[in-house]
């Protein structure tokens, strides 16, 4: 549904991305993009919502170039990773306006009853505390039943109670057959839910397949450690442009330890 | 013994001649009436009948009678404005005699000639007439007066129809006359309102003028005159004073005299005047200077006018205190030097000083020149900068440090209350 | 784009901006209105106020306005609408609601002092009329600073600096142009600098309605005859409408190619 060719983006001599290639099209699975801070997670997303422009490459969304397009994002869900919204407006009323761009169907009641915010409906944004912004936030990335939903750092400022909340309504979106696209630092919740995971490095896919599959690559009975040996490594990517011989398909490529180089 | 010209004599003289006159025929004198239906329907025929110091009695009605000669002393008097038609070539009346009055007439178009002035109502080199309540509609020139002397002209209504200077007429015009007192008259739109060349020892009092193409009033080689309680309103320029001596002005209004290059008062080489107690508003420029001399300005108030004193070259001696400046765009603009004109002891609505020792004097000086009004002389199209915030910055910086602007035209005293 | 403009309309109307902007304007007209009690020359006073303050607080505003909505943005960014309808349409809402501080602003206490009454209503909706196209002007150009440089200092200071320019800064280089070249016939080189600052525009604009053109001499009567005639009058209208659409257009060409 969603195919990613060679994408590029910099910003200035920072390049962020460096030739992507990832095609995801399985329905009612999530994917988590990991990956150091700066490795490009959110410049993803970002090239996939069209809110960056890339350098090169090209994005197709349901086999259609993404670019200069706006229509496709009816298709989509997006959890923006800060949520800080007109101070001025009230809750329902910025609700009432994602409603009056993106129409009128919507689960609004059942979110606004699943995060508890029906004594905020009347309170300015301004006057929120984090962790109620960030459920007025889930409220409005989940209002649309969209097949596609993507969410940055959806557990940003959330309590307990929420983040339970949140993960059996990422359970029940997965059951009911949609595409999620997850980006978070909390290994817990990635072990947990999701299905596949991309791991983004230095602009490059580093590696992309199960839990289970990173587990064995690395050796490692535990998820976390896992990711942390691929971090404190110097690793280089397997398939980095400069290799010599022919390129390899990165996405199914497995995952090879690299020897340290101090 | 009584000097001939001291105003005490004239008065003397005239009384006594209008005594004689009317204490002469008084009883003789006979009232002859003229109507569309009398035994006399015609006006020139009673000027023929009558005796010197008779009275004609005009009945209202349409009098189609031109070149109208008075050759003997006569009351001319209307009854109910009759309306006296005048034609194309010819004026309506001639005063040729002394001791006429006229009174009450309503004299009706008088087509404009390029050869000649032609007049409603002329008097010509003749002494004691009055003329007193008369209307005139659309006369070319209305009144002319040429070598008269111990005239009235009171209280007629004058109105002109003139388009542009050169195809138009005075109001009421004299040339060489004496002893004149022109008053409580209106007159609109001529070239000039009252048109003086020649005239010395007159009164110009109470009169309205407006709408006129050039100047509500205009003094040309007039001495030891005087005008007081005149109204000048929407003239091209209010009054003009050109080449005359000693011209005593008071408690004139000279109000919206307001176009492109317009006047409350335009004074040019005049010299020993005295300008008290008159009210300038919304005039482009309220005073004019041009080679004015040993004029005292005192008690006038200047308030809201583009600029309210424009001094150009050779002005000495000009004296203003106890004047009020409010609101004026640009109260003084100097064209040259100072010299050792004056202006002390003013009323200045954008002085900002203060008075520690409450003399009722400020005590640091006015400038009441802006570096703005010094820029535009230079340079006029910045002109456009008018009002601007970089224009008020200059001329702030301009007032607290001076130095473009002439340092000696300051109000060294300047009031702190406007009297 | 209207839902937008919508949105950003009120969330700015209830903010405490709008709420000082508005008063600022309704305490000073009152103070001008009841202390001098002349129609005339209250207008003449809020000539410069307006020609000043409306860039100033227009240019702050749309600054300020940007930055702090940069997150929400975001989120529509997300959203199925089109980028430019996002951006026109704060950018709408901005200068609506600036709009409307201004025009209640002055507008309560002139009715309130019965201007309906008075001959002057002509003046001052043309007064009016300057000051919200001076603010769509400015908001304009700021959005447009904003949108360019993500870093808020350097776009606060380039939008002061860019109003500035404006306000004053023109004025001075215009005056040593005239004054350079005072030999030379400048007539039309004035207008035409006039033509290109907006603010000084306006103010020619009302200036010439308020009769105080007699005031200026024989250039003064070119001006006039310039800006009454056929001519004059497209060409203001024109320049006009081009301050006003000129930052609309590079707003489209900087946010079509901007990352956000």
């Given at each position: 549904?969603i195919?990613i060719?060679?994408?590029?983006k910099?910003?200035?001599?920072?390049?962020?991305?460096?030739?992507?290639?990832l095609?995801?099209?399985r329905?009612?699975?999530?994917?988590?993009?990991?990956?150091?801070?700066?490795?490009?997670?959110t410049?993803l997303?970002?090239?996939?919502?069209g809110?960056?422009i890339p350098?090169?490459?090209?994005?197709?969304?349901?086999?259609?170039?993404?670019?200069?397009q706006?229509?496709?994002?009816?298709?989509?869900?997006?959890?923006?990773?800060?949520a800080?919204?007109?101070?001025?407006?009230?809750?329902r009323?910025?609700?009432?306006?994602l409603?009056?761009?993106?129409?009128?169907?919507?689960r609004?009641?059942?979110?606004?009853?699943?995060?508890?915010?029906?004594p905020?409906?009347d309170?300015?944004?301004?006057?929120?505390?984090g962790?109620?912004?960030?459920?007025?936030?889930?409220?409005?990335?989940?209002?649309?039943?969209?097949?596609?939903?993507?969410?940055?750092?959806?557990?940003?400022?959330?309590?307990?109670?929420a983040?339970?909340?949140?993960?059996?309504l990422?359970?029940?979106e997965?059951?009911r057959?949609?595409?999620?696209?997850?980006?978070?630092?909390?290994?817990s919740?990635v072990?947990?839910?999701a299905?596949?995971?991309v791991?983004l490095?230095?602009g490059?896919?580093?590696?992309?397949?199960?839990?289970a599959?990173?587990?064995?690559?690395c050796?490692e009975?535990?998820f976390?450690?896992?990711?942390?040996g691929?971090?404190t490594?110097?690793?280089?990517?397997?398939?980095?442009?400069?290799?010599?011989?022919?390129?390899p398909?990165?996405?199914?490529?497995?995952?090879?330890?690299?020897?340290?180089?101090? | 013994m009584i000097?001939?010209?001291?105003?005490l004599a004239?008065?003397?003289?005239?009384?006594?001649?209008?005594?004689c006159c009317?204490?002469?025929?008084?009883g003789?004198?006979?009232?002859?009436?003229?109507?569309?239906?009398c035994p006399?329907?015609q006006?020139?025929?009673?000027?023929?009948?009558?005796?010197?110091g008779?009275?004609?009695?005009?009945?209202?009605?349409?009098?189609?009678?031109?070149?109208?000669?008075i050759d003997?002393p006569?009351?001319?008097?209307?009854?109910?404005q009759?309306?006296?038609h005048g034609?194309?070539g010819n004026?309506?009346?001639?005063?040729?005699?002394?001791?006429?009055?006229?009174?009450g007439?309503?004299?009706?178009?008088?087509?404009?000639?390029?050869l000649k002035?032609?007049?409603a109502?002329?008097?010509?080199?003749k002494?004691?007439?009055?003329?007193r309540?008369?209307?005139?509609?659309?006369?070319?020139?209305?009144?002319?007066?040429?070598?008269a002397?111990?005239?009235?002209?009171?209280?007629n209504r004058?109105?002109g129809?003139?388009?542009?200077?050169?195809?138009?007429?005075?109001?009421?015009?004299?040339w060489?006359?004496?002893?004149?007192?022109?008053?409580?008259n209106?007159?609109?739109?001529?070239r000039?309102?009252?048109?003086?060349?020649?005239?010395n020892?007159?009164?110009i009092?109470?009169?309205?003028s407006t709408g006129?193409?050039?100047?509500g009033l205009?003094?040309?080689?007039?001495?030891?005159?005087?005008?007081?309680?005149?109204t000048?309103?929407?003239?091209?320029?209010?009054?003009?004073?050109?080449?005359?001596?000693?011209?005593?002005?008071?408690?004139n209004?000279f109000d919206?005299?307001?176009?492109?290059?317009?006047?409350?008062?335009?004074?040019?080489?005049?010299?020993?005047?005295?300008i008290?107690?008159?009210?300038?508003?919304?005039?482009?420029?309220?005073?004019?200077?041009e080679g004015?001399?040993?004029i005292s300005y005192?008690?006038?108030?200047l308030?809201?006018?583009?600029?309210a004193?424009?001094i150009?070259?050779?002005?000495?001696?000009?004296r203003?205190?106890?004047?009020?400046f409010?609101?004026?765009?640009?109260?003084v603009?100097?064209?040259?030097?100072?010299?050792?004109?004056?202006?002390?002891?003013?009323y200045?609505?954008?002085?900002?000083?203060?008075?520690l020792?409450?003399?009722?004097?400020?005590d640091?000086?006015?400038?009441?020149?802006k570096?703005?009004?010094?820029?535009?002389?230079?340079?006029?199209?910045s002109?456009?900068?008018?009002?601007?915030?970089?224009?008020?910055l200059?001329?702030?910086?301009?007032?607290v440090?001076?130095?473009?602007?002439?340092?000696d035209?300051?109000?060294?005293?300047?009031?702190?209350?406007?009297? | 784009m209207?839902k937008?403009?919508?949105?950003?309309?009120?969330?700015?109307?209830?903010?405490?901006w709008?709420y000082?902007?508005?008063?600022?304007?309704?305490?000073?007209?009152?103070a001008l209105?009841?202390?001098?009690?002349?129609?005339?020359?209250?207008v003449?006073?809020?000539?410069?106020?307006?020609l000043?303050?409306?860039?100033?607080i227009?240019?702050?505003?749309?600054?300020?306005?940007?930055?702090?909505?940069?997150e929400?943005?975001?989120?529509l960014l997300?959203?199925?609408?089109?980028?430019?309808?996002?951006?026109w349409?704060?950018?709408l809402g901005l200068?609506?609601?600036?709009?409307l501080?201004?025009?209640?602003?002055?507008g309560?206490?002139?009715?309130?002092?019965?201007l309906?009454?008075?001959?002057?209503?002509?003046?001052f909706?043309?007064?009016?009329?300057?000051?919200v196209?001076l603010?769509?002007?400015?908001?304009?150009?700021?959005?447009?600073?904003?949108?360019?440089y993500?870093n808020?200092i350097?776009?606060?200071?380039?939008a002061?600096l860019?109003w500035?320019f404006?306000?004053?800064?023109?004025?001075?280089?215009?005056?040593?142009?005239?004054?350079h070249?005072?030999?030379?016939p400048?007539?039309?080189?004035?207008l035409a600098?006039?033509?290109?600052?907006?603010?000084?525009l306006?103010?020619?604009?009302?200036?010439?309605?308020l009769?105080v053109?007699?005031l200026?001499?024989?250039?003064?009567?070119v001006?006039q005859?310039?800006?009454g005639?056929?001519?004059?009058s497209?060409?203001?209208?024109?320049?006009?409408?081009v301050?006003?659409t000129?930052?609309?257009?590079?707003?489209r060409w900087v946010?079509?190619?901007?990352?956000?």
């Amino acid at each position: 549904m969603i195919t990613i060719q060679n994408l590029h983006k910099s910003f200035g001599r920072n390049q962020v991305l460096q030739g992507i290639d990832l095609t995801l099209q399985r329905q009612g699975a999530i994917t988590a993009v990991l990956g150091p801070n700066g490795s490009g997670k959110t410049t993803l997303i970002k090239c996939l919502l069209g809110m960056v422009i890339p350098n090169e490459g090209q994005i197709c969304f349901a086999g259609k170039p993404v670019a200069k397009q706006w229509e496709y994002r009816a298709q989509i869900d997006y959890l923006p990773q800060i949520a800080r919204f007109p101070e001025n407006l009230r809750v329902r009323e910025i609700i009432r306006l994602l409603q009056q761009i993106r129409g009128p169907h919507t689960r609004d009641q059942e979110l606004i009853a699943l995060f508890g915010l029906s004594p905020y409906l009347d309170k300015p944004l301004g006057s929120l505390s984090g962790g109620t912004k960030q459920k007025v936030n889930l409220t409005l990335a989940f209002m649309y039943d969209s097949p596609i939903v993507i969410l940055d750092e959806p557990t940003a400022g959330l309590d307990p109670v929420a983040l339970i909340h949140l993960k059996d309504l990422l359970a029940r979106e997965k059951a009911r057959g949609k595409m999620i696209l997850v980006t978070t630092h909390i290994m817990s919740l990635v072990e947990e839910l999701a299905d596949e995971i991309v791991f983004l490095l230095e602009g490059h896919i580093y590696f992309r397949g199960t839990i289970a599959e990173l587990k064995e690559q690395c050796n490692e009975e535990d998820f976390e450690r896992a990711i942390a040996g691929i971090l404190t490594r110097p690793a280089q990517p397997i398939a980095a442009p400069e290799q010599v011989g022919p390129k390899p398909d990165k996405a199914s490529l497995p995952f090879i330890p690299q020897p340290t180089t101090h | 013994m009584i000097h001939q010209n001291s105003p005490l004599a004239q008065k003397i003289v005239l009384i006594s001649m209008i005594l004689c006159c009317s204490g002469g025929w008084a009883g003789a004198q006979k009232t002859w009436v003229v109507c569309p239906d009398c035994p006399t329907p015609q006006i020139r025929q009673a000027i023929t009948l009558a005796a010197p110091g008779d009275r004609i009695e005009i009945q209202t009605g349409d009098y189609h009678e031109t070149n109208l000669v008075i050759d003997k002393p006569l009351h001319l008097q209307g009854i109910g404005q009759p309306v006296l038609h005048g034609e194309t070539g010819n004026e309506i009346m001639i005063i040729a005699s002394d001791s006429v009055r006229i009174e009450g007439l309503h004299f009706q178009s008088v087509p404009r000639s390029h050869l000649k002035d032609l007049a409603a109502l002329r008097v010509q080199r003749k002494q004691h007439f009055i003329i007193r309540d008369n209307t005139f509609d659309d006369t070319f020139f209305a009144i002319y007066l040429e070598h008269a002397q111990y005239g009235e002209i009171e209280n007629n209504r004058i109105t002109g129809r003139a388009v542009t200077e050169n195809s138009s007429g005075n109001g009421i015009h004299a040339w060489y006359c004496e002893n004149l007192c022109i008053a409580n008259n209106q007159v609109a739109r001529h070239r000039d309102g009252i048109y003086l060349e020649f005239v010395n020892n007159s009164d110009i009092t109470g009169n309205y003028s407006t709408g006129n193409i050039r100047y509500g009033l205009h003094f040309m080689f007039s001495n030891d005159n005087q005008y007081e309680h005149n109204t000048f309103r929407d003239n091209g320029a209010g009054v003009a004073v050109m080449f005359s001596k000693r011209i005593n002005m008071r408690s004139n209004l000279f109000d919206h005299n307001w176009g492109r290059s317009s006047y409350g008062l335009l004074l040019k080489e005049i010299y020993d005047a005295e300008i008290t107690e008159n009210l300038f508003s919304n005039n482009t420029i309220a005073i004019h200077l041009e080679g004015a001399g040993r004029i005292s300005y005192q008690h006038n108030t200047l308030e809201r006018n583009g600029w309210a004193v424009r001094i150009s070259g050779g002005c000495v001696e000009n004296r203003f205190s106890d004047n009020k400046f409010l609101h004026n765009t640009m109260d003084v603009v100097l064209n040259g030097r100072m010299n050792d004109n004056s202006l002390a002891g003013n009323y200045w609505s954008e002085y900002t000083g203060y008075d520690l020792n409450h003399d009722g004097r400020g005590d640091i000086p006015f400038r009441p020149v802006k570096l703005f009004s010094y820029v535009i002389s230079q340079a006029p199209e910045s002109i456009l900068l008018l009002r601007s915030l970089f224009i008020d910055l200059l001329n702030f910086s301009e007032k607290v440090n001076p130095a473009f602007t002439p340092a000696d035209l300051t109000d060294p005293s300047p009031l702190m209350q406007a009297l | 784009m209207f839902k937008i403009m919508q949105y950003s309309f009120f969330d700015l109307m209830r903010s405490r901006w709008s709420y000082s902007y508005f008063g600022f304007f309704f305490l000073f007209t009152s103070a001008l209105l009841w202390l001098s009690g002349d129609i005339a020359k209250v207008v003449i006073s809020l000539l410069n106020v307006i020609l000043i303050l409306c860039p100033l607080i227009a240019t702050m505003f749309g600054v300020m306005y940007y930055y702090n909505s940069r997150e929400f943005t975001e989120l529509l960014l997300a959203q199925p609408v089109k980028r430019i309808a996002i951006f026109w349409g704060q950018f709408l809402g901005l200068g609506f609601s600036l709009s409307l501080s201004l025009l209640l602003g002055i507008g309560i206490p002139f009715l309130a002092y019965g201007l309906l009454a008075s001959m002057e209503i002509w003046h001052f909706s043309i007064l009016l009329f300057n000051g919200v196209v001076l603010s769509f002007i400015f908001a304009g150009l700021s959005f447009l600073i904003a949108l360019r440089y993500e870093n808020r200092i350097r776009g606060f200071g380039l939008a002061i600096l860019v109003w500035l320019f404006f306000a004053v800064l023109y004025d001075g280089f215009f005056l040593l142009l005239v004054m350079h070249f005072r030999e030379y016939p400048l007539e039309k080189v004035a207008l035409a600098a006039t033509l290109l600052n907006p603010i000084d525009l306006s103010r020619i604009l009302v200036l010439l309605q308020l009769d105080v053109s007699a005031l200026m001499g024989y250039t003064g009567a070119v001006l006039q005859r310039f800006f009454g005639s056929g001519l004059g009058s497209i060409l203001t209208l024109t320049s006009l409408v081009v301050w006003t659409t000129l930052p609309l257009l590079a707003i489209r060409w900087v946010a079509e190619r901007k990352d956000f």
